[in-house]
């Protein structure tokens, strides 16, 4: 360029009229899309413009020098300013994979992909299990880690394994027959889901000499579930599985028994039962 007498020329960065310009080139760094290069003087202060490249399944965390990020890092929009061309490579960490394990279930569901520390909504399960009740996910097979509801929120920083978590929902009762005259007789069992009132025997057993008297939770003493009403045993309305009792698997009660017995009362006779010292 042509100078006029007295103009005076600079000599920078071994340029005539002052330092050349530099560039700021960013690098998707196996991520997708493109970003225009920055042009300008040495040591300018500028703030590096917004990330626009994606990676599937990867979530962009900042810049650095070094393709590997063992340069000098920066975050998204951060003031910089380089004194030589300079390449800015984008840093990605991939995002956490969430699997679900039916746990003894049957069904399938695919994986779920989130954001590291990030809240995100589980997918809905869609695993069943015959007798269960679905009771939520765990980081535990055996239920002992970390608990999460149907749909609930997870924060992940890595890939993580869901097990589905299971509650039997019903119990084969046994009814004891609790007569040791019959040694060998077969004790019913009926079912009873969990919430509902016990389901008991349809037919009341008998035994020779004695009166039945209910179902009981002991062989002696214990309390009873069932109530006489109309001359025949039905269920208390508040004799109820619960899911606890559910839990533990094994239910037994036991009938209960008065024996039949003679009795001279003012000159008279009678014949009745006794249970639990009470005449019946």
């Known amino acids: 360029a042509n ?15 002052g330092a050349a310009n530099i560039t700021v080139d960013f690098d998707a760094n196996g991520g997708e899309g493109t970003m225009p290069t920055w042009t300008g ?28 990020g063992t340069g000098a890092a920066y975050a998204d929009k951060a003031p910089v300013k380089f004194s030589e061309n300079t390449a800015l490579y984008a ?33 809905a399960n869609t695993f069943t299990r015959a007798d269960y009740d679905f009771t939520g996910w765990n980081t535990a097979k055996d ?8 749909g609930a929120e997870i924060t992940a920083t890595g890939d993580t394994t869901l097990y589905a978590q299971w509650a039997k929902n019903y119990v084969q009762v046994t009814y ?5 005259d019959a040694p060998d007789a077969v004790n019913p069992t009926v079912r009873t889901d969990v919430g509902f009132k016990y389901s008991i ?6 035994r020779e000499g004695y009166s039945f008297r209910g179902w009981y939770t002991a062989p002696l003493g214990g309390d009873t579930i069932t109530e006489d009403l109309s ?3 039905t269920v208390k309305d508040d004799a109820r599985l619960t899911q606890a009792d559910a839990n533990e698997g094994e239910i037994t009660f036991y009938a209960r028994w008065g024996k039949y017995i003679k009795a001279t009362i003012d000159g008279g006779e009678y014949t009745g039962s006794l249970s639990g010292g009470n005449w019946i």
């Open 143 to 150: 239920g002992t880690g970390t608990a999460y509801a149907d």
């Open 231 to 233: 001359g025949k045993y």
């Open 176 to 180: 004891d027959l609790n007569n040791p």
């Open 3 to 17: 100078a006029s007498a007295g103009t005076t020329i600079p000599y920078l960065d071994g340029v005539w009229g």
């Open 41 to 68: 003087k040495p040591n300018t202060s500028f703030d590096l413009p917004k990330n626009t490249f994606t990676r599937e399944g990867y979530t962009f965390t900042g810049w650095n020098t070094a393709a590997d």
């Open 201 to 206: 025997p349809s037919t009341e057993p008998t």
């Open 91 to 123: 840093q990605w960490t991939q995002d956490p994979v969430i699997t679900f394990d039916a746990n003894g279930g049957k069904g399938t569901m695919g994986t779920q992909t989130v954001k590291p520390n990030e809240a995100t909504a589980l997918t």
